[in-house]
């Protein structure tokens, strides 16, 4: 295992065991802090895989978490979230490779090879950054809209709170003809007209 200065590391796949090497990072290890701190910051993680030859390929398989700060997209509300997700890849050193095949990935969850299958990550070199594959499939675990609750909705009290302090501003949050909150106080205006 090779670590530069910048904290990557690299390792070299043909120098992996035939039965396979098992790898695992986490915070108190440390060796990965500095790389996915734009991601989880100070936040506890594990990665642990392994890396197995097959033929000309290489199989990589394993699991993290990572506790991640997220802000509710409805609500603002901070809260911790857990990213969490089982991979599955396959390495293919191919130095013939056009330039853009370089770490190639398909829409995560759309676009495999194969539907439910491993991902096929293709590399110019047997040379594979470990820190950049673990910095990559954090990144890829984020939610794009993520809610501090189920159904975080106009009722919630995190969202009315914000609304009342002044930082929220309902027209930013939710569309009119989503925002009960509107059509409430247009009904409270009616009731005070019809008195
Ligand atoms: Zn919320």
């Not at 978490?65 to 409805?74: E, G, M, T, V, W």
């Not at 590399?123 to 609750?149: C, D, Q, T, V, Y």
Request: charge should be negative; proline fraction near 6%; hydrophobic fraction near 35%.
């Amino acid at each position: 295992m090779n670590v530069r200065k910048n904290s990557e590391i690299i390792i070299n796949l043909n120098e992996i065991h035939p039965d396979g090497e098992p790898f695992q990072f986490n915070r108190k290890s440390g060796e990965l802090n500095k790389i996915l701190h734009n991601i989880i910051g100070d936040g506890d993680y594990n990665i642990e895989f392994t890396i197995t030859p097959v033929g000309d390929v290489f199989e990589l398989k394993g699991h993290f978490f990572a506790d991640k700060p997220l802000i509710c997209s409805r609500c603002a509300f901070d809260f911790q979230s857990q990213l969490k997700e089982d991979f599955h890849e396959i390495l293919v050193v191919s130095e013939e490779l056009p330039r853009k095949g370089h770490l190639s990935r398909p829409n995560h969850s759309s676009e495999g090879f194969l539907h439910d299958g491993p991902f096929f990550n293709e590399l110019r070199s047997p040379h594979f950054s470990i820190s950049n594959f673990a910095h990559e499939i954090m990144a890829l675990a984020e939610p794009l809209n993520p809610l501090g609750k189920e159904n975080c909705d106009e009722n919630c009290e995190n969202y009315l709170k914000a609304l009342k302090e002044g930082w929220l501003k309902k027209e930013e949050a939710l569309s009119p003809s989503r925002n009960a909150f509107s059509i409430l106080e247009q009904l409270k205006s009616d009731s005070i007209k019809n008195t």
